[in-house]
């Protein structure tokens, strides 16, 4: 009986103990999270608040392209750009002569002849990498046969805090995205694309999208070993991280574009914050062509793996703010 008053005592201050963190927990509900993605309402009432230009910002731009084919090894280009357009091109084949001559993708998307004729290129991969000195993304990637492609768009901005106003806001805009390919019967394959976009606040990620395609293949018999033999694509799975692209199961169909406005915390005042978007894309094909005799000559039979990040005119596609809380 000489316990019970210090059993009791002991019930009510843990009792007392939860209640409070119950109470911290609800406060930290309502509270705002690190980077936040703000609804079309919140985003108007940024647009009106002081803006810090990309010339500000000491807005820099960077692509990469690598690719890699059977018999032909790897290529890759890399470009880094400040306050201008970065653009990036690599692409390997079994040589023939393509007109136009590709090149990288500075002011326009690729001309549609440039693109590889897998009929004459073989086992092959291509890219283009495109970031404007404005911020926007374009990526054009493809693999046939037994070949992959990567691509990496990217801008970097330092951002400064005022003195008063110390809430961070970052607009950035996705162009229209396809993450598709075939699976050729005469010369069947696995093939997979992967598309992801990243926000990183200096140097840390904050917020990301990122979709990717995979295929399997239905003749239990095709396990890898000549693939000169009619097989099927069995399954196409489309599956997705993070918020949303608007990519369906249909690989035919793209993506609408995307526009997002992201609140970045609150910072001390006179500082600089580094805020950076990565976009990244990939794709591969697992098998090599296989060469047919059609009509007594011989002819390429591929699979493909394709990703585009469509060529986009938006203006201003990545505008920063500083100003008071929106919440």
């Not at 917020?207 to 293949?217: D, F, G, I, V, Y």
């Amino acid at each position: 009986m000489t316990g019970m008053p210090g059993r009791k005592a002991a019930l009510v201050r843990a009792g007392s103990s939860m209640t409070g963190t119950a109470l911290l927990m609800a406060v930290a509900c309502s509270a705002p999270l690190p980077v936040s993605e703000l609804t079309a309402q919140q985003a108007a009432t940024v647009a009106g608040y002081p803006e810090v230009s990309l010339a500000d910002a000491g807005f820099t731009t960077s692509t990469l392209v690598d690719v890699a084919a059977l018999a032909q090894g790897t290529q890759t280009d890399v470009q880094r750009e400040a306050d201008a357009t970065a653009a990036s091109y690599a692409g390997l084949s079994l040589p023939y002569p393509i007109q136009p001559p590709p090149g990288p993708a500075v002011s326009a998307p690729p001309d549609a002849a440039s693109h590889i004729d897998f009929k004459k290129g073989g086992d092959s991969g291509q890219g283009w990498a495109t970031t404007t000195g404005a911020g926007m993304p374009f990526l054009d990637l493809t693999s046939f046969g037994q070949a992959s492609a990567r691509g990496t768009a990217s801008w970097t901005a330092q951002v400064p805090i005022g003195p008063t106003d110390t809430n961070l806001y970052v607009q950035f805009h996705l162009p229209a995205a396809q993450v598709t390919g075939f699976t050729e019967q005469n010369g069947p394959s696995v093939w997979q694309d992967r598309l992801r976009a990243e926000l990183l606040m200096n140097g840390h990620p904050v917020w990301s999208t990122e979709a990717q395609r995979q295929t399997a293949l239905g003749n239990p018999l095709s396990n890898g070993g000549d693939n000169c033999i009619n097989d099927f694509e069995a399954s196409d799975n489309l599956v997705v991280f993070g918020p949303s692209l608007g990519l369906v199961s249909d690989p035919g169909q793209k993506s609408p574009p995307k526009t997002v406005t992201l609140w970045m915390g609150s910072f001390p005042p006179n500082q600089t914050v580094e805020v950076s978007l990565i976009v990244r894309g990939e794709t591969q094909v697992e098998r090599l062509c296989c060469n047919h005799a059609a009509g007594g000559l011989p002819e390429e039979f591929c699979t493909r793996a394709t990703l585009v990040l469509d060529w986009d005119e938006t203006p201003q596609p990545v505008r920063f703010w500083v100003g008071p809380s929106v919440f």
